[in-house]
């Protein structure tokens, strides 16, 4: 586990500034979207709220596909821009989108029913949205994919995968306390909390790819 991380964490640092444009694509929004939201007085309304999730949701897919695409160029030592990353990610949007909505309906379902089946499904389904962009499959054959390479790789993927999930969910809800108690310098406080998001989020990516290739070179071996 110690290995893939740090292989993880090499490559993340070595191509930071890159992979921090591409994160900005979420970031950003996201970022003033909250100012605005922190500076009115209650909740949003019903559709303002459903309209941000989606705008949310929209940007992320993008931001995944643009930085797995990035990565798997530049590992092959392929030349490619970031605005050529985000305008590939954009072709492959509409299945990725849909892949996006079919895990999060069977992985939540999971999640509500026991949390355990929930886990379980996250990662069956892990490499989903890598076969849809790396190997151009549709929706249900990438889910299908995921669910057949995945078995037996339990003990390789569960371990770097919930280390890396347990500080992000960590470091999430320290922020969003921080955030919330900062009276007088929320944005200053929000600043931060996405510098730090942005920067795991980076990590993730990194590690997500490391993770498929370390996949592929045990199919290869046998």
């Not at 009115?40 to 695409?69: H, K, W, Y």
């Not at 990353?85 to 309906?105: D, P, Q, T």
């Not at 849809?132 to 037996?152: E, R, V």
């Not at 770097?160 to 500080?167: E, K, N, Q, T």
């Amino acid at each position: 586990m110690m290995t893939t991380l740090r292989e993880a964490m090499y490559f993340s640092r070595n191509q930071f500034q890159p992979l921090l444009i591409i994160a900005l694509l979420s970031g950003v929004p996201f970022y003033f979207l909250e100012i605005i939201t922190m500076s009115t007085e209650g909740d949003p309304d019903r559709n303002t709220a459903i309209g941000i999730m989606i705008v949310s949701m929209c940007l992320n897919v993008i931001q995944f596909g643009a930085a797995m695409l990035y990565i798997d160029h530049v590992s092959h030592g392929r030349a490619i821009s970031v605005s050529k990353a985000i305008g590939m990610a954009l072709a492959r949007f509409a299945g990725l989108f849909v892949l996006n909505i079919l895990m999060a309906i069977v992985i939540g379902t999971g999640l509500l029913l026991l949390v355990i089946p929930g886990i379980f499904f996250g990662y069956k389904l892990f490499f989903s949205e890598i076969y849809l962009l790396l190997q151009q499959q549709d929706p249900i054959t990438a889910l299908k994919s995921s669910f057949n390479a995945t078995t037996g790789l339990a003990s390789e993927l569960l371990p770097p995968l919930l280390a890396w999930g347990i500080v992000a969910v960590t470091a999430s809800m320290l922020g969003s306390s921080i955030v919330h108690s900062a009276e007088g310098l929320e944005w200053a406080a929000l600043l931060l909390h996405q510098i730090v998001m942005m920067s795991l989020s980076i990590y993730g990516w990194a590690l997500a790819y490391r993770l498929y290739q370390r996949y592929l070179e045990s199919s290869i071996d046998e």
